[in-house]
């Protein structure tokens, strides 16, 4: 899979996954949000991370997109929760929510679930695709500016993590259409600003003009 990937292409794509990659600390937190997505190693990492004592529940939050719909048929959170379970984490122990289609969605509508059922929580872990991290971060500091946020996902390589999804030009699009949500969306008010270093500009902008802009927004 990553022979797919042209070799002149991979030092602007790391750079790019350095960037989206908060490098937090694992701690204890309230509660892992588990963030919805066509990666199943979202789950996974929720699991290891409740095993290892990180947090006493999971929500994993997700509808379906376009991106997922074949994959995930009944929802994302749906089949998050079961691979959870498979991986030993109680079902008593996870929560759901499935209607958010979107990364302010699954923030929001957490929030909510969690105000429903009267669960306070202080901190949070929140459990992303790896290039998601960062705009995950800067959307629950928006959005949700009460809790402490911990970033965390699967530790893998960008050659290891092409071969698990088993699809570059998707992964490649998407890590492009982040760097661009980043920059665009805290004049939306739907994300605080975040500092975007020169180097990762001029490799944002470069693989745009190589063709990678299917994830770009209007």
């Known amino acids: ?5 042209p070799a002149e292409l991979w030092p602007d794509l790391l750079t790019l996954w350095d960037y989206h990659r908060m490098r937090h600390e694992p701690r204890r937190t309230g509660i892992g949000i588990g963030l919805g997505g066509h990666d199943i190693g979202v789950a996974r990492c929720a699991a290891d991370l409740y095993r290892n004592g990180l947090f006493p529940r999971i929500v994993f939050t997700g509808a379906n997109a376009p991106t997922t719909i074949e994959r995930f048929p009944r929802g994302e959170a749906v089949h ?5 379970v498979k991986l030993g984490v109680p079902g008593e ?8 289609t979107n990364t302010g969605e699954n923030i929001a509508f957490t929030r909510e679930l969690l105000a429903e059922l009267g669960i306070e929580v202080r901190s949070v872990t929140l459990i992303s695709r790896p290039y998601q991290e960062r705009r995950a971060y800067a959307t629950c500091r928006r959005l949700w500016p009460e809790v402490e946020v911990v970033c965390a996902s699967q530790p ?5 993590y092409l071969r698990a999804i088993g699809d570059a030009d998707r992964v490649i699009n998407m ?3 982040d760097i661009q949500r980043i920059i665009e969306y805290p004049g939306r008010g739907f994300a605080i600003p975040q500092e975007v ?4 500009l001029a490799a944002y902008r470069r693989l745009v003009a190589a063709g990678y802009t299917r994830r770009l927004i209007g």
């Open 1 to 5: 899979m990553t022979e797919a990937v």
């Open 175 to 177: 890590i492009v259409g």
């Open 197 to 200: 270093p020169t180097e990762v």
């Open 156 to 160: 893998v390589s960008f050659a290891e």
């Open 80 to 84: 998050f929760r079961e691979e959870a």
């Open 93 to 100: 122990a996870i929560l759901l929510e499935t209607r958010a």
